[in-house]
């Protein structure tokens, strides 16, 4: 599963948004189209940490990493990349 | 016309104390912090002036004293959609964009909403009706457009605030928009506001709070708005002052115990900060006067019934004795106690006597209790909350007494969340257990008990929260367990 597909899946299965898997966009706004709230965005944070076992620090946690499913696989990547052992997405029941 | 900020309420439409001018005028000057540069009304690429959209109401033949929900996140456009409505003698209620679909239908359907607004508001996930759009935003309306056909519901020139932690996930106050703004002038009053000064919206406009102390103060006052949203670090909240000049900011405690756990500290910029949403702790009280010498800081105490602002205390005119307090009440507010059985030490239910209190709770059903259980005189409202008053007048936090907790800044009704479990299929009995974690955050958990499987149920429940509860609302647990087991146990 690419990173930007375990990310759809997170929002569907962890945080219960309401929008089918196969009808979201990249670009889609994560509070305006899939309606995250605050805790939301936390929930998707601490879910894409365990994910992609990553840290994703108070620093890059902001409102632009989190925009759209597009900028938080960007995060996720630069973390991947940045990381000693870069980790495939863990597998998703 | 005039757009004078000062004096008397002008009579606007639907006996609203503005005219749409000064909407267009506050929008302009207002920015959306999460997108790059402001809305220009008359620039047609962005919002259209709040009449023209007021107009297009009219013109899809919805009448006049008609719900509208509006699930729109925080925003310029959430902004003009709410007053357009009013314009056009609607009847807004704002309720979170993250509100899951079953909700938004069953809200809309208690409350005979005439059309539901927001990105999101498509006829398969809301139960079918007409798809349309105004100003850019999908409006969903759920009744063909045929003003005989049905009444019109509410009087023009109100609307609806929910009170989801009070009364349940479907209550609501009716409030006339008029009195709102006049809290809006007592609040700016009692905090200082003024024309010039940049307002950081980080709080939902869903609350009482931000739309009434922050958005129709700036409406009245001159101040400008710079609206933000989710999610809250204190990097970037601090970025946002910075780079939008803000003055007047406010935050839960929860918020100002994250931006404490660090060594930041706010720009001098900041004139003042009011914190409210629950009781602050004296000592981080303390601790914000200390890290911040120039800062005027407010502790604020309300309730969406009452308007929703009650008391403030200006911390950093008060001595340290006084950080327990939320102050004194504001202008045209008065309180008094009124015996509790079990409390003692001249503690009582705080009673809050307000020219501001909503005129009726609405869209409770049968399993909710008496509506109208916190006013109990016109103007008089019974607040659920034990306080003590010194002989100063100023108001002290004591403790809840009413069935809800306040859950990372959202107030969290246990005996609807206690309901909803319940009516889940094969579930016998419920409970919840309110407890403290580290740093003094509150969480609950659930006990559940069923006739099936419990591993099976237990999936079956976490569904059915996760389509009905928002993310503040849940448990930090659920524990499932066969019926048998609660016979066994004993």
Request: hydrophobic share 40%; with cysteine.
């Amino acid at each position: 599963m690419t990173v930007s597909e375990t990310v759809r899946r997170i929002l569907v299965d962890d945080i219960f948004v309401e929008v089918p898997v196969e009808s979201m966009n990249d670009d889609d706004s994560l509070r305006d189209v899939f309606g995250l709230d605050s805790l939301g965005f936390v929930e998707l944070r601490v879910q894409c940490q365990q994910a992609f076992d990553v840290k994703i620090t108070n620093d890059d946690f902001t409102p632009d990493n989190f925009a759209t499913i597009r900028s938080v696989r960007e995060l996720v990547e630069r973390l991947l990349a940045g990381s000693a052992h870069p980790a495939a997405p863990a597998e998703r029941a | 016309m005039s757009l004078c900020h000062r004096g008397p309420d002008p009579a606007g439409p639907h006996g609203l104390p503005f005219h749409p001018e000064l909407v267009d005028a506050l929008l302009a000057r207002s920015t959306d912090a999460d997108r790059p540069g402001p809305v220009d009304p008359v620039d047609p690429v962005g919002l259209p002036p709040v009449v023209e959209t007021a107009a297009g109401w009219g013109a899809l033949g919805v009448p006049p004293g008609s719900p509208i929900v509006l699930a729109m996140p925080n925003g310029l456009r959430m902004l003009h959609h709410y007053f357009a409505a009013l314009l056009a003698g609607l009847v807004p209620m704002p309720v979170s964009a993250a509100t899951p679909a079953l909700r938004v239908r069953t809200l809309a359907a208690r409350f005979g909403a005439a059309a539901v607004m927001g990105q999101r508001a498509d006829p398969g996930r809301l139960g079918g009706g007409h798809l349309t759009s105004l100003a850019g935003v999908p409006a969903l309306l759920r009744r063909p457009p045929d003003p005989a056909g049905y009444p019109a519901g509410y009087p023009p020139g109100t609307t609806l605030l929910l009170t989801s932690g009070t009364s349940g996930p479907f209550s609501a106050c009716l409030h006339p928009v008029a009195s709102l703004v006049r809290n809006a002038r007592r609040h700016a009053e009692s905090v200082g506001l003024r024309a010039g000064d940049s307002i950081l919206v980080s709080l939902p406009l869903h609350y009482s709070f931000a739309l009434v102390a922050q958005a129709m103060a700036a409406l009245v006052t001159g101040g400008r708005l710079i609206l933000s949203g989710p999610p809250f670090t204190p990097a970037g909240y601090l970025a946002r002052l910075t780079e939008h000049r803000v003055t007047s900011s406010s935050l839960t405690p929860p918020l100002t115990r994250l931006l404490l756990a660090g060594t930041d500290r706010l720009p001098r910029g900041l004139r003042m900060l009011t914190v409210g949403g629950d009781a602050s702790r004296p000592a981080e009280v303390a601790a914000l006067l200390a890290r911040h010498r120039w800062l005027e800081l407010y502790l604020t105490y309300g309730l969406t019934e009452a308007g929703p602002r009650v008391s403030t205390l200006a911390a950093h005119a008060e001595p340290a004795r006084r950080h327990a307090s939320v102050g004194a009440p504001l202008r045209g507010v008065s309180a008094a106690l009124r015996a509790t059985p079990g409390t003692g030490d001249g503690a009582g239910e705080l009673l809050v006597r307000t020219d501001t209190a909503m005129l009726r709770r609405v869209g409770m059903s049968a399993g909710d209790g008496p509506a109208d259980r916190n006013l109990v005189a016109p103007g008089v409202l019974a607040t659920g909350d034990l306080f003590r008053i010194d002989e100063d007048g100023y108001l002290f936090f004591q403790s809840r007494i009413s069935d809800f907790v306040v859950l990372g800044g959202e107030k969290v009704c246990l005996a609807a969340v206690r309901r909803f479990v319940q009516d889940q299929p094969g579930v016998v009995s419920c409970a919840t257990r309110v407890g403290a974690g580290d740093g003094g955050t509150t969480h609950y958990d659930l006990d559940v008990t069923v006739t099936g499987d419990p591993g099976a149920a237990g999936r079956q429940l976490h569904a059915a929260m996760g389509g009905f509860l928002l993310a503040a609302e849940r448990p930090r647990s659920v524990r499932v367990e066969h019926v048998d087991a609660l016979t066994t146990h004993k």
